[in-house]
């Protein structure tokens, strides 16, 4: 079974499962198939918006495929969350991808 099937099959038991959809994203992204991969980043975002991981690797693809004002909208949402959780670490991460961005 493929890791993409098998992470399909856990996220049944546990469709509200942020760190699932982010792996089943993840997964999307190593074979390149990019739009679904961003259909799962989207969806994570309406459904945990909180959930602060997504916010680097779906800018980083919309970044990637040349949507950079999309990409920059999604990394400043993401300092944004890291900020007001006190993540300084993700936040300079955002921060630095969002200056690389220009």
């Not at 004002?69 to 936040?91: D, F, L, R, W």
């Amino acid at each position: 079974m493929s890791n993409i099937a098998q992470l399909k099959e856990f996220i049944k038991d546990s469709p509200k499962d942020s760190f699932l959809l982010y792996a089943l994203a993840l997964e999307h992204i190593k074979i390149k198939e990019y739009d679904e991969a961003i259909n799962i980043f989207q969806m994570l975002i309406e459904a945990d918006e909180e959930y602060l991981a997504t916010y680097y690797q779906y800018a980083n693809i919309l970044a990637e495929l040349g949507q950079t004002n999309e990409a920059e909208v999604i990394y400043k949402k993401g300092i944004e969350i890291a900020s007001q959780q006190n993540k300084i670490k993700t936040k300079q991460e955002l921060e630095q991808a969002l200056f690389l961005l220009d």
